[in-house]
């Protein structure tokens, strides 16, 4: 890092967390922290934030955005109404550095064992007893036809709280250490992507019978590694170090980026795709994937993943909020079915689960692949999908041979092992809704819809903040949602809610401001409460309202805009929670805007309601990333055919959320998992 940027980051983060300063004297390396975990950062995303510091330290940038001097010559008081003038800008560019730089040194902070020591937050379930009634297993019998999500563990070993489990990395399993060099393979079929999709289609072809070669870029973890530390754990386990966005900045997009995919991170909602999708999607011409088609693959993967309604005694005190307060407004709110065993509501799903309870494919489909025969090759970024044309006969009934490239790394130095090559005549791509479209375009199969068509549920939050205790940074994130507005305005899309897991680094992001201020929210946690509003983006609209291209450096750009309707009903989902808030018995409610709009009555409701929604204006994030090769009859529209083969491609075919020919309106892991398993039916066939 030059000198130049060096003062400023040193700058930067004396105004956004002045406690760590006496004096004008750092009290801690934690400067040098930044500064490492930035040069670690993947090359794109390091280019966006150095260019971020670039311009928060330029003279002329100063004088455009806050008409003032240089960031690093002004005294403290006045860096920090400066910096707060970037972030309230009328330039977009200005909110983009602010919120970049803002969340980038924030979330770093809290993911420390100081930040999360400074906020007073309890060590990992599994160094210690329960603390609170919504954290540890719930007493009672079951027997396994009936088994809940959340009863003590069976089988334990050592801590109460950590079941017997068998150690080390299966032999089928492939890692960087145990590859030996440049390596050829042959298989029947190569599936890219380990995640919902991938992991299912796996397992049905190998058990169907075919040889399986699957590949994925992550590292393969396990229950040993999860140690809940989100510092250490979120780089490893999302995609692009957890720092992928929207190239303006405004959209977070929190994608699994290990073995196992969003299936290990996620918050385990198992929800039924919505009726009147998917009737959508057969008037579109997509007749394949209709309720019947989807019945049986639904019911089926429900049992494999141990999909279960929570009982009313695992709610945390965030859904039970929900539920009251949807009860006292007269809004349809519901238990919710996640797939879990053995749940000990320790509250750190996101950062994969030490437990064994969450049942991610890591546990499920990918054992039942390798029983079959199946091998993964971990830590293998595929470069390009080749068509073999020279040892195709025209006219046979098989699909051209394709060669799949990849190159193997070390997980922790990014240093090359070697190359691997596959040749199978059938590719499954299920590398999500930025890496499928990124890897078709740089193999020469992209165009028509390929990229386009970008679907997110734009996901923001309010919080309320809670008399008495909630901590929620334990407990089970998501057993409950309130689905009262999902078809709210006339083309019958909206808005749903639902309770997240709300550990440090993620809240810090997601908290509006910075210094005392931020401080004293993140200071809060433990009586704070937080809804999550999930908007069903496109309505109004079937164009493509965002994009993900390959820029000149083979890196994966990502852009996003949502429709009028959609800000709409993100403005009226932004009140809606801070009403079921208030219902539930909260004494402010606090959105996510910047500056961050509060409501204790009607009057604070209504500002909430009209506040802009607008790239940066309020934090948006999301988990959902979909649609980007869509399901549909015209290549000029859309990225594979009504089978989910690509356009023009015998034989890649795609089983991931890039499918979905329009935004769903749930959480789509379930609706991911059982279109794969009819995908890879119908490839069986």
């Not at 380990?194 to 070669?213: D, F, K, M």
């Not at 195709?392 to 041979?401: E, V």
């Not at 709210?488 to 997601?510: K, Q, S, T, V, Y």
């Not at 402010?588 to 805007?593: G, V, W």
Request: glycine residues 10%; contains cysteine; hydrophobic residues 40%.
């Amino acid at each position: 890092m030059t000198p130049a940027r060096g003062a400023t980051l040193d700058a930067l983060v004396q105004t956004l967390l002045p406690h760590l300063f006496e004096n004008g004297k750092p009290r801690s390396d934690f400067v040098a922290r930044v500064s490492q975990r930035l040069e670690q950062a993947p090359p794109a995303i390091r280019s966006d934030i150095l260019t971020a510091l670039d311009l928060l330290g330029s003279l002329l940038a100063s004088l455009v955005v806050a008409r003032s001097g240089r960031f690093v010559q002004l005294p403290g008081s006045r860096r920090a109404e400066v910096f707060d003038a970037w972030g309230t800008s009328s330039i977009p560019p200005a909110r983009s550095v602010h919120q970049a730089l803002r969340k980038f040194v924030l979330s770093t902070w809290y993911g420390t064992p100081d930040g999360r020591a400074d906020l007073g937050i309890r060590r990992p379930l599994h160094e210690r007893e329960p603390e609170v009634p919504w954290e540890g297993p719930l007493a009672g019998d079951h027997t396994l036809d009936s088994e809940p999500v959340a009863r003590q563990p069976t089988s334990v070993r050592g801590n109460p709280h950590t079941p017997h489990r068998p150690a080390g990395i299966p032999g089928a399993v492939i890692t960087a250490s145990r590859f030996p060099g440049d390596t050829r393979v042959t298989a029947d079929v190569v599936v890219i992507g380990s995640g919902a999709g991938g992991a299912v289609a796996a397992a049905r072809l190998a058990e169907a019978g075919r040889e399986v070669a699957i590949v994925e870029a992550g590292e393969y973890l396990h229950a040993a590694d999860f140690n809940e530390d989100e510092g250490e754990l979120a780089p490893r386990l999302y995609a692009d170090q957890a720092l992928r966005a929207t190239i303006d900045g405004a959209f977070a997009l929190l994608q699994g980026g290990a073995v196992g995919g969003g299936t290990t991170v996620n918050w385990m909602l198992t929800l039924r795709p919505p009726e009147a999708v998917l009737e959508d999607w057969a008037r579109r011409g997509i007749a394949g994937f209709a309720s019947s088609d989807l019945e049986p693959h639904l019911r089926r993967v429900e049992e494999e993943v141990h999909a279960r309604v929570a009982p009313a005694d695992a709610h945390s005190p965030s859904n039970l909020a929900l539920l009251a307060g949807a009860q006292r407004l007269g809004w349809r709110a519901l238990a919710a079915s996640i797939n879990a065993r053995g749940c000990v509501r320790a509250g750190t799903c996101s950062v994969g689960c030490h437990y064994d309870a969450k049942q991610s494919s890591v546990l499920t489909f990918l054992p039942r692949a390798f029983a079959a025969g199946a091998r993964l090759f971990a830590n293998a970024g595929v470069d390009r999908i080749e068509i073999v044309e020279r040892d195709h006969r025209p006219g046979s009934g098989s699909p051209p041979r394709k060669r799949v490239t990849a190159i193997v790394r070390d997980p922790r130095s990014g240093v090359p092992r070697g190359t691997l090559t596959l040749n199978a005549p059938v590719v499954l791509l299920a590398a999500g809704g930025i890496g499928t479209p990124t890897l078709l375009e740089k193999s020469g199969l992209g165009g028509g819809g390929v990229g386009r068509y970008l679907r997110l549920h734009p996901t923001t939050a309010v919080m309320g903040h809670y008399a008495s205790q909630t901590y929620p940074l334990t407990g089970i994130p998501q057993t409950a949602l309130c689905d009262e507005f999902l078809q709210r305005d006339a083309n019958r899309f909206g808005f749903w809610i639902e309770c997240p897991a709300l550990l440090p680094a993620l809240a810090a992001a997601a908290l509006p401001g910075f210094g005392a201020e931020h401080r004293a929210f993140m200071r809060e946690l433990s009586n704070t409460v937080a809804f999550i509003v999930l908007v069903r983006d496109g309505s109004g609209s079937d164009d493509s309202m965002g994009s993900v291209r390959v820029d000149r450096s083979g890196q994966a750009r990502v852009r996003y805009r949502m429709t009028p309707a959609d800000r709409v009903n993100a403005q009226f989902g932004i009140e809606a929670a801070a009403r079921l808030h208030l219902a539930a018995g909260a004494e402010r409610a606090l959105s996510l805007h910047a500056p961050p709009r509060m409501a204790t009555s009607e009057t604070g409701l209504r500002a909430m309601r009209t506040a802009s929604v607008a790239p940066n204006r309020v934090t948006w994030f999301s988990a959902h990333v979909n649609g980007t090769c869509r399901l549909g009859v015209n290549p000029a529209t859309s990225g594979v055919t009504p089978e989910a083969e690509r356009h023009g491609a015998r034989g890649v075919y795609v089983c991931d959320g890039s499918l979905f020919p329009t935004s769903l309106g749930v959480n789509p892991q379930l609706t991911i998992m059982a279109m794969s398993s009819l995908i890879a039916a119908r490839i069986a066939e």
